[in-house]
């Protein structure tokens, strides 16, 4: 956890550059170049070069490292050395096994849940640790042309000198096949269907052809594919299944327990909150815990003891959202409050999380708040802070 520096003590500063209310890299030209979210490859560049150094077992070709040292990047894990390796994705062992066993296969990797069950985050992840790159992406919409899959054209060189290699534009998914990498496609299920068969001359036969040029680009070694798709969005069922039979499918499950559910919301947060330069606040645990049991509670549908049944709002109450609420009451308590993380900083923002229908969500919530947060023990200036925001 981050040194806390309480802001009250902190004299009055007039040097731009000295810290202030515990920023730590905000002074004219520190830092203000580097990228607000790096790559994974780049933000734990060190985590994987360690990993390479380390890692004697076998690996497929043209990936970084092997499945056992993809995995740990993973999961985390202490090397031989001592270095430590943090875990990324928090759940089942077997489930990142598969994965990374899915895509040393012929077969590709579509990896299915709820939103917020770090999908994308997975991906990324997976991609940076086998190919040592995740850019090569395609963000599925319900706009996504064929081009974003196969290639396009650079329209000026095309008409001042005809079809040639040189006036094809690649698509991530090209690249990934002529350079042996891992190529990303988000939201597989929201692309059109007739746009998402592309993959499938690309997946069974891992070859792209390019008629105008009476060529073809074929898959090298090391070329593999993960999409993701939520399944509340639209049914995974809006695949065709020619194109499902050539995926493994992974479900990213909602974290089992509470405590599981609170250790990624503290790392992730302590991580954005890092990233984002906020001021130091103390370790908010409890709060965090707080926020974590209403997200659990109203997604269940029951208190945590089991005893009182409770309505679900509409909105899904992922993890990523129980993040991002604390991330934002963290930023508030930095620069608002007295520097420690309060239910205060938090209660606009789970209101915000769970009241998405203003009519039918501010029952439920309201309901919630009398008959379950108003008698909890201990609970008091959580119940008075969230009635303040709930008008
Ligand atoms: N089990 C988990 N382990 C680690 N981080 C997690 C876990 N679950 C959620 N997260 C965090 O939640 C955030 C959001 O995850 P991500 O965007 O990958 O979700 P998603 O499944 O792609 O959601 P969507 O369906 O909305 O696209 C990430 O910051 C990720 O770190
Ligand atoms: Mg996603």
């Known amino acids: 956890m981050r040194v806390s520096v309480d802001p009250m003590s902190v004299e009055p500063n007039t040097s731009e550059s000295a810290p202030v209310n515990g920023y730590t890299g905000a002074g004219p030209g520190e830092g203000l170049s580097a990228p607000l979210r790096p790559h994974a490859e780049d933000a734990f560049a060190a985590e994987l070069a360690a990993l390479d150094v380390q890692d004697d077992r076998p690996r497929p070709a043209r990936w970084k490292l092997s499945p056992w040292a993809v995995a740990t990047y993973l999961l985390g894990g202490t090397l031989p050395d001592g270095t430590v390796i943090t875990p990324k994705y928090v759940g089942p062992r077997r489930i990142v096994e598969v994965a990374v066993t899915t895509l040393a296969t012929d077969r590709a990797l579509l990896l299915l849940g709820v939103p917020g069950t770090a999908k994308t985050w997975v991906s990324e992840h997976l991609a940076a640790a086998i ?13 996504t042309p064929e081009e974003a899959i196969r290639y396009g054209w650079n329209y000026a060189r095309l008409l001042a000198h005809g079809p ?3 006036a094809l534009v690649p698509s991530p998914v090209m690249r990934a096949m002529a350079e042996g990498r891992v190529a990303r496609v988000e939201e597989l299920t929201r692309i059109p269907a007739d746009v998402q068969d592309t993959l499938i001359t690309i997946l069974s036969e891992k070859t792209l052809p390019i008629p105008e040029l009476g060529q073809e680009v074929q898959a090298v ?11 509340r969005d639209r049914g995974v069922n809006d695949l065709s299944s020619a194109l499902r039979r050539r995926f493994n499918t992974v479900v990213l499950p909602l974290p089992q327990s509470a405590d599981a559910e609170v250790d990624i919301v503290s790392r992730r947060v302590d991580q954005i909150g890092r990233s984002l330069d906020l001021p130091a606040v103390p370790d908010g645990i409890d709060e965090i815990r707080r926020v974590v049991t209403v997200f659990r509670e109203l997604r269940d549908g029951v208190t945590t003891d089991g005893r009182t049944k409770l309505k679900s709002p509409s909105g899904t109450l992922s993890t990523a959202e129980a993040i991002s609420v604390v991330t934002g009451g963290l930023a508030l308590a930095a620069h608002f409050g007295d520097g420690v993380l309060r239910a205060s900083d938090v209660a606009a923002g789970i209101l915000g999380a769970v009241v998405r229908d203003p009519a039918a969500d501010r029952v439920v919530w309201q309901e919630y708040l009398e008959a379950v947060v108003r008698e909890r023990e201990g609970w008091t200036d959580f119940y008075r802070a969230c009635r303040e925001v709930t008008v």
Do not use: H
């Open 164 to 166: 040639s290699r040189d």
């Open 221 to 231: 070694r090391g070329f593999n594919l993960i999409a993701t798709a939520n399944d």
């Open 131 to 143: 190919s040592g790159d995740s850019t090569l992406l395609v963000q599925g919409t319900a706009g």
